[in-house]
């Protein structure tokens, strides 16, 4: 079996996933989730229930926390 670091992690619909963005692995729909208890819900369009799961890379690094990056700490002068 090779895994490799960079090949998504996959994520079942029903689980709570956290915020991120969501492919379907059949037909290619994007889901982005941005609430940290959203549960992560059947592709609208194929009903297919894994997704390759690409969280959110772009925080900025005083942002550790979803919480944080709905409520972004003031940067310090
Ligand atoms: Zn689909």
Partial sequence: ???TSESPKKVKAGEKVGPGKYVCI??????HID???KDLAKCPSC???????????????????????KHPPERKK
């Fill in 35 to 37: 609430e940290v208890d």
């Fill in 1 to 3: 079996m090779t895994e």
């Fill in 47 to 69: 009903a297919c229930e894994i997704y390759n799961c690409f969280p959110m890379t772009h925080m900025r690094p005083d942002i550790k926390t979803p919480e944080d990056a």
């Fill in 26 to 31: 059949d037909c290619g729909r994007e889901i």
